[in-house]
């Protein structure tokens, strides 16, 4: 039996065409947006956002001349290369191991800057067809959802982002220094009778003194901090902040009188105003039914134990076009 397979060309000729065709289809579509830009469409955007927030927690950022260089381009902002927001001990080399710790006195030289020193030094621009254009941008530093404050200005930079437009955030959770605070064990402060600690500080002040206690030796039921004060004269709750971290839980805010135990920690924050000049204060911090080991002065001194205090905050990058 013979067969006929002479319209067997016209199918395989019509399928093959067709894949041909969606084969073509697909590659017109598609290989476009391989080779097309990256400074075009909201990917690129959002690829800026990260970028910059990157750059900022984790680079120190870089300042060079003809003869010298460092990561500590907040002491020489006339030669800024870049702009790194993160804490660095090593200047002399480009990099941290301490990233997504923010340096405050960077914060602070960073808020002296103007919008286009920003911009350049971040990188926060394209060129488009041989045009310069700047992106819109806001870098916001919160803590407890409100604008971190330094020196009583907040730290935020760039615009207000607009309302009708697509804006690309990204956001990174950092420890920001905030001041300076020293610490001491309940049983390392020196006192003038076995219920009040005292404590030296030497003005003059520019950050607000913050001392931090741990470790109380309680010796009765309801154990409390009463009060403060300086020079014998008790401190009004206006001048000071107080918390208080209980275990291992975050500080939160606390009213004086305080209630206390012996795993608690409390934080007290003293006005930099209430150390005026340059001569020494004498902090005289009260408790209830906590007792301290009674020594005749010099006190504890206050610089003795301080450092960096660093509170966990938000980075908040915005982009738009």
Same mark, same amino acid.
């Given at each position: 039996?013979?067969?006929? &397979?002479?319209?067997?060309?016209?199918?395989?000729?019509?399928?093959?065409?067709?894949?041909?065709?969606?084969?073509?289809?697909?590659?017109?579509?598609?290989?476009?947006?391989?080779?097309?830009?990256?400074?075009?469409?909201?990917?690129?955007?959002? %690829?800026?956002?990260?970028?910059?927030?990157?750059?900022?927690?984790? &680079?120190?950022?870089?300042?060079?001349?003809?003869?010298? @260089?460092?990561?500590?381009?907040?002491?020489?902002?006339?030669?800024?290369?870049?702009?790194?927001?993160?804490?660095?001990?090593?200047?002399?080399?480009?990099?941290? &191991?301490?990233?997504?710790?923010?340096?405050?006195?960077?914060?602070?030289?960073?808020?002296?800057?103007?919008?286009?020193?920003?911009?350049?030094?971040?990188?926060?621009? &394209?060129?488009?067809?041989?045009?310069?254009?700047?992106?819109?941008?806001?870098?916001?530093?919160?803590?407890?959802?409100?604008?971190?404050?330094? @020196?009583?200005?907040?730290? $935020?930079?760039?615009?207000?982002?607009?309302?009708?437009?697509?804006?690309?955030?990204? $956001?990174?959770?950092?420890?920001?220094? $905030?001041?300076?605070?020293?610490?001491?064990?309940?049983?390392?402060?020196?006192?003038?009778?076995?219920?009040?600690?005292?404590?030296?500080?030497?003005?003059?002040?520019?950050?607000?003194? $913050?001392?931090?206690?741990?470790?109380?030796?309680?010796?009765?039921?309801?154990?409390?901090?009463?009060?403060?004060?300086?020079?014998?004269?008790?401190?009004?709750?206006? @001048?000071?902040?107080?918390?208080?971290?209980?275990?291992?839980?975050?500080?939160?805010?606390?009213?004086?009188?305080?209630?206390?135990?012996?795993?608690?920690?409390?934080?007290?924050?003293?006005?930099?105003?209430?150390?005026?000049?340059?001569?020494?204060?004498?902090?005289?911090?009260?408790?209830?039914?906590?007792?301290?080991?009674?020594?005749?002065?010099?006190?504890?001194?206050? %610089?003795?134990?301080?450092? !960096?205090?660093?509170? !966990?905050?938000?980075?908040?990058?915005?982009?738009?076009?």
């Amino acid at each position: 039996m013979m067969s006929d &397979d002479g319209g067997q060309i016209g199918i395989d000729f019509l399928l093959g065409i067709s894949i041909f065709m969606l084969t073509l289809a697909f590659m017109v579509q598609f290989i476009p947006g391989l080779f097309a830009s990256s400074s075009s469409g909201g990917s690129s955007l959002s %690829s800026v956002a990260y970028r910059t927030a990157s750059i900022l927690v984790e &680079d120190p950022g870089w300042w060079s001349n003809n003869t010298h @260089n460092g990561t500590n381009w907040e002491n020489h902002t006339e030669n800024i290369r870049r702009l790194g927001l993160a804490r660095d001990t090593t200047t002399s080399t480009r990099l941290t &191991d301490e990233v997504n710790f923010l340096a405050r006195l960077k914060i602070l030289s960073m808020m002296e800057l103007d919008r286009e020193e920003i911009t350049t030094r971040l990188g926060l621009y &394209d060129n488009v067809s041989g045009a310069h254009v700047e992106y819109g941008y806001n870098i916001t530093i919160t803590e407890n959802s409100a604008p971190l404050l330094l @020196n009583g200005t907040r730290a $935020t930079f760039g615009e207000t982002p607009p309302v009708a437009a697509d804006i690309y955030k990204v $956001t990174r959770v950092v420890l920001v220094e $905030t001041g300076s605070v020293a610490c001491f064990d309940a049983d390392e402060l020196t006192a003038s009778s076995s219920n009040i600690a005292k404590i030296n500080v030497s003005g003059l002040q520019s950050d607000n003194v $913050t001392i931090q206690i741990t470790d109380f030796n309680v010796t009765g039921t309801s154990p409390e901090f009463k009060n403060a004060t300086l020079d014998g004269v008790n401190i009004t709750s206006s @001048n000071y902040a107080a918390y208080k971290r209980t275990n291992t839980s975050e500080f939160v805010d606390a009213t004086v009188p305080i209630s206390l135990n012996s795993t608690d920690t409390l934080r007290l924050s003293f006005n930099y105003t209430l150390f005026p000049a340059p001569t020494t204060y004498t902090l005289g911090l009260e408790f209830v039914n906590i007792s301290f080991t009674p020594v005749p002065p010099p006190y504890t001194n206050y %610089s003795e134990n301080v450092e !960096p205090l660093y509170e !966990p905050a938000r980075l908040t990058v915005e982009v738009w076009r």
